[in-house]
């Protein structure tokens, strides 16, 4: 995982951050497929996963999943995808 993730989950409450790690780690793991997120408008291979106020951004790949973001939703959440 990136930093900004690392530094992300660190802000959050432990109950928060069991939810997130969990998800990731299935995401990772492939437990998760990119079937439970939703493509982003205008890509191929990146999607997102809504969590409460929470999001997880990711791209698929056909052997990895990659997560991009962690974060919570504001107008700047999608801006980079």
Do not use: H, N, P, W
Request: glycine share 4%; charged share 40%; aromatic share 8%.
């Amino acid at each position: 995982m990136s930093d900004a993730i690392t530094k992300f989950l660190a802000k959050v409450t432990s109950e928060e951050r069991k939810l997130l790690s969990k998800i990731i780690e299935e995401l990772l793991t492939d437990k998760m497929s990119a079937r439970y997120g939703k493509k982003l408008v205008g890509s191929k291979d990146i999607f997102r996963i809504r969590k409460g106020k929470f999001r997880i951004i990711f791209k698929k790949t056909k052997t990895d999943c990659i997560i991009l973001s962690v974060d919570q939703r504001s107008e700047k959440t999608y801006r980079d995808f």
